[in-house]
């Protein structure tokens, strides 16, 4: 009876045994780490991706894989724009899960941030609530900000925008502070918290914004023009002149047949003035706006204001100008106008009785400008008619200099002087370095009080000479002499099998950062336009695109290496390359920046286009080489096998292509004895890997041999990556109605989830395999 017993338990504890061996065994081959194989599946996943119109089976299949792919290689970070391609079609179904797994996968130090947000916003867009947005954000930055900060700071962004709809404009003024403090060219950020929180934004900050819009963009005068519009009201003369001869410099070098505008000449050359000891630099501005024929009083008053005169020379030169002014207006000349006459007599030329008869001229001409009517205001002030000056003045002394002027001086005749000198002080607050700002300053001392700015200029610029240093005022580059590229490859000639390497090099020769996003002057759209031929004639022009926003700005002298993913981004070359081996061939890349069409029609790039050339030498086919192949299969290493069943693979699709379409170049043919002996050797091996490239291989053989029995016989493989491929590639070979029992029992016995799920997309019905089987 013990005996008995002791001889059962015995046999429970073998079983028991048994089972957790197996167990183990089943879990042991679910965790397979294989790059080789990954990277199969990650090709396998780009091939479908790549049609212009791919369906939501596709997709499903090319997610399955790449699953599949991150499974056998967790350290592969290349994938997730094809993910994000493939979830975008399948979008009934929610994979945010693994799109997230990926994600953090992807983000390191140096990550392009621009592929990156694109995977927030898919997560964003299934998030079901704003609050559960909220926590993606938050989540994301906690876990990864630090790593990234370009990439945190738009996420902060993000979040600030989210929360800004609650209303809670306090907590998003921190979320948008803090993306601008990791992120200073986040112009975005600064933008939004001046709508929220307009008292955060002040002079001194508002002086680096501005200053790195020119960074990020150096070719928009507008943007130069605010800068140098700050410095000229703040006092910053100097750094004023010199951007506005940038402002200059751009002008003519976009419209190199037009004359430097008003707009810019005028604050540049009274910003000139003002520099202390700067009347030469002044001269020789004014010398240049002479040169293009233009005629402006208050720029000739500046030149004899800075020219080294007597004082009777000075006047001699003065009377002059007044009566050269007014030649030109009786000769109704378009460069001199009754308001600048008036504004000339009553505060440069002090002859009070002609600016009164200007002026009245000039309301009788255009009584709705409000300077005219700031100037006839003055003229009645002169003229006794107090009342009628204040009425005109009242409604405009806020906002207009000469208005203000114009009150202080009534104030002062009132014997109202702390009125007198408060409008005064306005006067000059609203642009101090303007000719009446002067004439303000004057009256001041006359009455012994002194301006004293608001806003010191040497702290404002200290603040920005920290922000810049050396590079605070900007020079003038063409954009192909500041940024200039290229194509770089890993040689210029290579075999077949070996890896294309091909980069796009950006290079800073400027003084300044270049800084890559959509608010720049260059928003990195990367075009690169591959044409085969050599063997291969009529291909059609390849094209690689990539958007990029790198995690920092290119620093003067620096330069920018972005990789161009052959292999995922442009499958089509990579199938060239590996599906006619024995084809010489020559490609021609030509890269495009931010491409547009011209108005001939034609392909155009914002920067100068970079161009290089490579060569691929192709397999020269032997019996020898064939034999020693062969021989590599039966006893090679596990690389030599991979390399050889490469070949192979290459091989085949090259015999296809022959069968299908012919080939025009001299090729030696496979034999059919030695692909059979392959696949035979390649079936039998004891290393699945080799296995699993032959079964690749075959896929591309359906129509050559007969390859449905080899598939459907390692559909039972230990290996669920052979098990996986094998199914794949017999859902997509026309089958009878039985197969439908394959698949229905597939999905219902296979142990690897990803194997069911392949499956599930080919058809299987779940409730129909488990009444079968």
Not at 361 to 383: G, I, Q, T, W
Request: glycine share 4%; charged share 25%.
């Amino acid at each position: 009876m013990v005996k008995t017993i002791l001889q059962s338990l015995t046999a429970l504890l073998v079983i028991s045994f048994t089972l957790h061996a197996a167990e183990l065994e089943a879990e042991k081959l679910d965790r397979i780490y294989s790059p080789q194989t990954a990277q199969t599946f990650h090709n396998i996943a780009c091939d479908i991706l790549e049609p212009e119109y791919v369906s939501v089976r596709d997709a499903k299949e090319a997610i399955v894989l790449i699953k599949a792919a991150h499974k056998l290689d967790e350290t592969m970070n290349n994938m997730l724009p094809q993910l994000l391609d493939a979830v975008e079609i399948d979008s009934e179904t929610d994979h945010s899960d693994f799109v997230k797994k990926l994600l953090y996968r992807y983000v390191t130090a140096s990550s392009d941030s621009e592929l990156a947000m694109r995977g927030i916003s898919y997560l964003l867009n299934q998030a079901p609530t704003r609050e559960r947005r909220e926590q993606i954000l938050d989540a994301f930055n906690s876990d990864i900000g630090s790593t990234n900060e370009q990439f945190s700071s738009r996420l902060s962004t993000f979040l600030g925008s989210l929360i800004a709809e609650t209303g809670d404009f306090k907590r998003a003024s921190r979320q948008f502070k803090l993306a601008y403090e990791k992120d200073p060219y986040n112009v975005v950020a600064f933008e939004k918290l001046s709508e929220i929180d307009p008292e955060s934004v002040n002079v001194v900050n508002m002086g680096p914004y501005l200053r790195r819009k020119i960074v990020l963009d150096p070719y928009s005068l507008e943007l130069t023009l605010d800068f140098a519009d700050y410095a000229f009201k703040y006092g910053l003369f100097k750094i004023a002149r010199d951007t506005y001869q940038y402002a200059a410099d751009l002008f003519v070098y976009d419209n190199p047949d037009q004359k430097i505008p008003q707009r810019v000449y005028m604050p540049w050359v009274i910003s000139a003035y003002n520099v202390q000891h700067g009347e030469a630099k002044c001269i020789k501005i004014i010398n240049r706006i002479r040169q293009q024929g233009d005629f402006n009083i208050y720029v000739e008053y500046i030149s004899i204001m800075s020219e080294p005169l007597s004082r009777s020379e000075r006047m001699d030169k003065l009377s002059g100008l007044a009566e050269t002014g007014e030649q030109m207006l009786e000769t109704n000349n378009p460069m001199i106008t009754e308001q600048q006459l008036a504004f000339f007599y009553f505060f440069l030329d002090r002859n009070t009785q002609k600016g009164i008869e200007m002026a009245k001229r000039a309301y009788a001409r255009n009584a709705d400008s409000v300077d005219v009517r700031a100037l006839y205001a003055y003229s009645l002030f002169e003229s006794g008619d107090m009342e009628s000056a204040k009425q005109i003045v009242e409604e405009i002394k806020t906002y207009n200099q000469i208005a203000a002027y114009t009150g202080a001086m009534i104030n002062l005749e009132e014997n109202n002087e702390s009125e007198a000198v408060k409008l005064l002080r306005s006067c000059i607050e609203m642009q101090p370095g303007e000719l009446i700002s002067h004439k303000a300053k004057e009256v001041m001392r006359e009455n012994e009080s002194t301006y004293v700015p608001a806003y010191d200029a040497f702290t404002l610029r200290q603040n920005l000479e920290k922000a810049f240093g050396d590079s605070l005022i900007p020079k003038f580059y063409r954009p192909e002499d500041v940024i200039t590229t290229k194509l770089s490859l890993n040689g210029v000639e290579f075999s077949y099998g070996s890896k294309l390497g091909l980069y796009v090099i950006i290079t800073n020769n400027g003084n300044q950062p270049i800084v890559v996003n959509d608010n720049a002057f260059f928003k990195g759209n990367i075009l690169v336009k591959a044409k085969v031929a050599g063997d291969i004639e009529g291909a059609k022009p390849i094209e690689i695109r990539k958007k990029i926003t790198p995690v920092s700005p290119i620093r003067p002298g620096g330069t920018l290496a972005v990789p161009m993913p052959i292999k995922t981004a442009a499958p089509t070359l990579d199938r060239i390359l590996e599906r006619f081996p024995q084809a010489n061939l020559v490609i021609t890349f030509q890269a495009y920046f931010d491409s547009y069409e011209n108005e001939s029609g034609e392909l155009a790039s914002k920067i100068v286009p970079a161009t290089t050339t490579a060569k691929r030498l192709g397999v020269v086919l032997t019996e020898d080489l064939l034999e020693k192949r062969i021989q590599s299969l039966e006893e090679g290493y596990a690389g030599q096998k991979i390399n050889t069943l490469r070949l192979l693979g290459g091989l085949v699709a090259e015999r296809k292509a022959a069968k299908n379409y012919g080939v025009v170049y001299k090729r030696n043919a496979l034999p059919d004895s030695v692909l059979k002996q392959a696949f035979d050797i390649s079936l039998a091996d004891m290393n699945w890997q080799v296995k699993f490239l032959m079964l690749n291989v075959l896929r591309n053989a359906s129509d050559l041999l007969d390859t449905k029995e080899k598939f459907s016989n390692a559909l039972d493989d230990d290996h669920w990556p052979v098990r996986l491929l094998s199914l794949y590639a017999l859902t997509n070979i026309p089958q009878s109605s039985d197969f439908q029992k394959v698949i229905d029992w597939m999905y219902q016995a296979d142990e690897q989830e990803l194997v069911r799920k392949m499956a599930l997309i080919a058809g299987a019905v779940p409730e129909a395999a488990e009444e079968e089987y």
